[in-house]
């Protein structure tokens, strides 16, 4: 068809997700995910999270002048809660290590099992 420009046609999975451009198919064919531009903030919101920004700081970035704003946009991924997980673990083991090594005999000075 020469001399005729061609309209791009929405693909279904563009349909479906509400996303529609004219490099749809170059993002299909690069195997990247079509987003909306406001997704970008969700992603943003929660980068700032995984790098420990203060809240207050996260707000200015962001330009909300609410704190629940963070509660919307931030969303808490798997290995945050892992590492929290593995933080309070380490800690609670580690006491309990101590606790075994500082030479406690047990009560009524019997000795105490270890391991």
Do not use: N
């Not at 749809?24 to 999270?49: E, F, N, S, Y």
């Not at 996260?58 to 997980?85: C, F």
Request: hydrophobic share 35%.
């Amino acid at each position: 068809m020469r001399g005729r420009s061609r309209q791009p046609q929405k693909t279904s999975s563009q349909a479906e997700s509400g996303f529609w451009s004219p490099t749809g198919d170059l993002l299909t064919d690069a195997k990247v995910r079509a987003a909306r531009l406001h997704d970008a903030r969700h992603t943003a919101a929660t980068m700032l999270l995984v790098l420990k920004v203060p809240t207050r700081a996260v707000m200015d970035v962001m330009g909300w002048s609410q704190a629940s704003m963070a509660k919307r946009y931030q969303h808490v991924p798997t290995e945050v809660l892992t590492g929290i997980a593995d933080l309070v673990g380490g800690l609670l083991w580690q006491t309990m290590q101590q606790e075994r090594d500082d030479g406690d005999d047990g009560p009524a000075g019997a000795l105490s099992p270890t391991g």
